[in-house]
């Protein structure tokens, strides 16, 4: 049976939620969003990498992950604005909370986007349209910042339809639409095919998704390798058998969970339970790294069969983003708790993993080590630099002033 899948995009979202800020801090200043403007960097001394822009930003060929130095070259009247998570995590589940209103089946894939399984909600392509819409404007009309929606079959398709024209658009790709719609884009723009994968297939000479979709699935395996190749040949025909997964995703906390296909008991646990919990755990990983975010008190969670809902956390030495902390720690909480739910002769229908107690890196406490070894080595730093004054001081007593230079230009 087909599924009707949304894929949510915000538009420009640090950038928009930026100018939301700055409107909200000083009504009817000009709007970020209607000049060449960028998040990114330190605003007053210039350094670091641009991480939104604004749609007029565009049109100078601005572009993301790029230094701010250079944006600059590019378009010298760029009004710079710096970062401000903590604002853009309230917009974010503003936004969410609002998909949340037509659907549990809500995926959130990173700050400013997300999945929706609408199969239930919409029976027809019109339908699944109109709600597309409705979406949408419910989205600016009460927030006041724009989406767009991608409307196909599967996850992969919805997200190539979200990233056509922008604003504040619907756009479908449905399998029918693949060869007009999808083929015609160069490879890069294949969501899940990386930078340096592009790179190397257009060095030997495929330019467009329609181009890989030329070549059989053996070519590309013997180009990419088994793995990779099998991949983008699934995705330029458009085939992504990945399902809508809920994301338990509070303010608070990132956390990922699924339903296990089979009940979980002591006996299939090793088996079944712990490569799970170690996909989810790399999935949190892979969330907050992408929105910059670490977590200092890692959690796992189980429903059983009884439906009930346990829980069990403990709060890591350092706030981290790192997979294998992550996973490493989820996977002795869910033995300590898993330990006494099967001595109760339960087992287990959902697991999740996830971490809270969120900060952005600058409230990372260092750990003991850390301090001891930095500790020493300004400790080794110094010594050093005792010795070589002393000699300095020698040698110039002896010989003069000018006989010793230090490498530094500007000393
Ligand atoms: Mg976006």
């Given at each position: 049976?087909?599924r009707?899948i949304?894929?949510?995009?915000?538009?420009?979202?640090?950038?928009?939620?930026?100018?939301?800020?700055?409107?909200?801090?000083?009504?009817?200043?000009?709007?970020?969003?209607t000049?060449?403007?960028?998040?990114?960097?330190?605003v007053?001394?210039?350094?670091?990498?641009?991480?939104?822009?604004?749609?007029?930003?565009?049109a100078y060929?601005?572009?993301?992950?790029?230094?701010?130095v250079?944006?600059l070259?590019?378009?010298?009247?760029?009004?710079?604005?710096?970062?401000?998570f903590?604002?853009?995590r309230?917009?974010?589940?503003?936004f969410?909370?609002?998909?949340?209103?037509?659907?549990d089946?809500?995926?959130?894939?990173?700050?400013?986007?997300a999945?929706?399984?609408?199969?239930?909600?919409?029976?027809?392509?019109e339908?699944?349209l109109?709600?597309?819409?409705?979406?949408?404007?419910a989205?600016?009309?009460?927030?006041?910042?724009?989406v767009?929606?991608?409307?196909?079959?599967?996850?992969?398709?919805?997200?190539?339809?979200?990233?056509?024209?922008?604003?504040?658009?619907?756009?479908?790709?449905y399998?029918e639409e693949?060869r007009?719609?999808?083929?015609?884009?160069?490879?890069?723009d294949l969501?899940?095919?990386?930078?340096?994968?592009?790179?190397?297939?257009?060095?030997?000479?495929?330019?467009t998704?329609?181009?890989?979709?030329?070549?059989?699935?053996?070519?590309?395996?013997?180009?990419?390798?088994?793995?990779?190749?099998?991949?983008?040949?699934?995705r330029?025909?458009?085939?992504?058998?990945?399902?809508?997964?809920?994301?338990?995703?509070?303010?608070?906390?990132?956390?990922?969970?699924t339903?296990?296909?089979?009940?979980?008991?002591?006996?299939?646990?090793?088996?079944?339970a712990?490569?799970?919990?170690?996909?989810?755990?790399?999935?949190?990983?892979?969330?907050?790294?992408?929105?910059?975010?670490y977590?200092s008190?890692c959690f796992?969670?189980?429903?059983?069969?009884?439906?009930q809902?346990?829980?069990?956390?403990?709060?890591l030495?350092?706030?981290?983003?790192?997979?294998?902390?992550?996973?490493?720690?989820?996977?002795v909480?869910?033995?300590?708790?898993?330990?006494?739910?099967?001595?109760?002769?339960?087992?287990?229908?959902?697991?999740?993993?996830?971490?809270?107690?969120?900060?952005?890196?600058?409230?990372?406490?260092?750990?003991?080590?850390?301090?001891?070894?930095?500790?020493e080595?300004?400790?080794?730093?110094?010594?050093?630099?005792?010795k070589l004054?002393?000699?300095?001081?020698?040698?110039?007593?002896?010989?003069?002033?000018?006989?010793v230079?230090?490498?530094?230009?500007?000393?």
């Amino acid at each position: 049976m087909s599924r009707t899948i949304f894929h949510v995009d915000v538009n420009s979202a640090f950038l928009s939620w930026s100018a939301l800020e700055q409107l909200k801090e000083k009504p009817g200043s000009v709007d970020l969003r209607t000049i060449p403007s960028a998040v990114g960097g330190d605003v007053q001394t210039r350094h670091g990498v641009i991480t939104a822009k604004s749609i007029p930003a565009k049109a100078y060929h601005i572009q993301t992950g790029e230094p701010v130095v250079k944006a600059l070259e590019k378009c010298p009247q760029l009004v710079l604005v710096r970062s401000n998570f903590k604002a853009y995590r309230g917009y974010s589940s503003q936004f969410i909370s609002i998909l949340r209103e037509y659907t549990d089946q809500v995926e959130q894939a990173s700050i400013d986007e997300a999945y929706m399984d609408v199969s239930g909600l919409a029976h027809n392509r019109e339908e699944a349209l109109a709600l597309a819409v409705r979406i949408k404007d419910a989205v600016r009309d009460r927030l006041g910042f724009t989406v767009n929606v991608g409307i196909s079959e599967n996850k992969f398709l919805a997200k190539m339809a979200s990233d056509f024209e922008k604003p504040d658009r619907v756009h479908t790709l449905y399998p029918e639409e693949i060869r007009e719609k999808m083929w015609p884009l160069k490879v890069r723009d294949l969501f899940g095919c990386g930078a340096a994968t592009a790179q190397q297939l257009n060095e030997m000479g495929f330019h467009t998704i329609g181009e890989l979709a030329a070549c059989s699935g053996q070519m590309l395996k013997s180009i990419l390798g088994e793995k990779r190749g099998e991949y983008i040949h699934k995705r330029v025909h458009g085939i992504d058998d990945s399902f809508v997964e809920t994301v338990r995703q509070e303010a608070k906390s990132y956390s990922n969970e699924t339903t296990t296909a089979e009940d979980i008991s002591r006996e299939n646990y090793d088996r079944v339970a712990i490569p799970i919990i170690r996909q989810l755990g790399k999935k949190v990983s892979e969330r907050l790294k992408k929105d910059g975010v670490y977590g200092s008190t890692c959690f796992v969670q189980v429903k059983t069969g009884g439906f009930q809902r346990h829980s069990r956390q403990t709060r890591l030495k350092h706030s981290t983003n790192d997979a294998k902390t992550i996973c490493d720690t989820a996977v002795v909480l869910m033995k300590e708790l898993t330990g006494r739910l099967f001595d109760e002769g339960e087992v287990l229908r959902l697991i999740g993993i996830g971490v809270s107690g969120l900060d952005h890196g600058e409230y990372r406490q260092m750990g003991m080590e850390d301090w001891l070894q930095e500790n020493e080595q300004n400790r080794q730093r110094s010594e050093k630099k005792k010795k070589l004054d002393e000699m300095v001081k020698k040698i110039r007593s002896q010989y003069g002033e000018s006989a010793v230079f230090t490498g530094n230009a500007d000393r």
